[in-house]
């Protein structure tokens, strides 16, 4: 079963150069940012991968709100298309993501946490993406599906202070 599991997160990950792409210049980053609120599930990926980094004598990185923004609005689209998994496309991360330069996205579905990041790190391209010394900041968007299929989508991102044209959940 974790080997079924393993392979059906293995599809995915994409690493962009923004060199390539022009990144869009607004962005919504604000104080009330501190509104946002991580789910259980997406800070277990975000100190699994922090794990993961230590142990390779890399920087932590840290969890970003306008990334998770972006990668839950991907995660729900996964689910709303029926189409199974997809990337965010090059057009979607310069709409989406301000002020980058270098971003890279791991998309998978399985069991849970510990499945899914066991399979990302058995997977090169996707321990790639965990394992980038350049990547400073990560967004995750992670949600269970009607039959409890956890969807997830990782952002890595590699500027400083990355920011989205998305709207942010108001504090008031």
């Known amino acids: 079963m974790g080997h079924k599991i393993k392979r059906l997160a293995l599809i995915c990950s994409l690493t962009v150069m923004g060199s390539m792409l022009v990144p869009a210049t607004a962005s919504s980053r604000s104080a009330d940012n501190a509104c946002w609120e991580y789910t259980s599930a997406e800070k ?3 100190r699994k991968i922090n794990d993961e980094r230590v142990g390779e004598a890399l920087g932590k990185l840290k969890l970003d709100p306008e ?3 972006v990668a839950r609005k991907h995660t729900k689209e996964m ?3 029926d189409k199974g998994l997809f990337h965010t496309t090059s057009e979607q991360f ?4 301000t002020n980058w330069n270098l971003v890279g996205e791991n998309v998978g579905y399985g069991g849970g946490v510990n499945s899914l990041h066991e ?3 058995d997977s090169p391209p996707h321990a790639q993406n965990v394992l980038t010394a350049a990547f400073v900041y990560v967004g995750i968007g992670a949600r269970r599906d009607e039959d409890g299929t956890m ?7 590699a500027t400083n202070n990355p920011g989205t044209t998305l709207p942010m959940p108001s504090c008031g």
């Open 79 to 81: 689910l709303q298309a």
């Open 94 to 97: 310069n709409k989406r993501i």
């Open 67 to 69: 990334l998770s923004k």
């Open 119 to 121: 399979a990302f790190m």
């Open 44 to 46: 277990r990926f975000k």
């Open 151 to 157: 969807w997830v989508t990782i952002i890595f991102e």
